[in-house]
């Protein structure tokens, strides 16, 4: 029963880092695309 719990509690604590690495990740990606599409703009 306790095995249980701690396999549960670990699963969603990874399922949580994976969630929050993709999230900061598209984040930074966005912002690169955005700086891109400016700098590329500015230059027209």
Do not use: G, P, W, Y
Request: hydrophobic share 45%; net charge positive.
């Amino acid at each position: 029963m306790m095995a249980k719990i701690v396999l549960r509690n670990l699963v969603k604590e990874e399922r949580l880092r994976h969630h929050l690495f993709q999230n900061s990740f598209s984040e930074q990606a966005h912002v690169s695309l955005r700086t891109i599409l400016e700098s590329t703009s500015l230059s027209m």
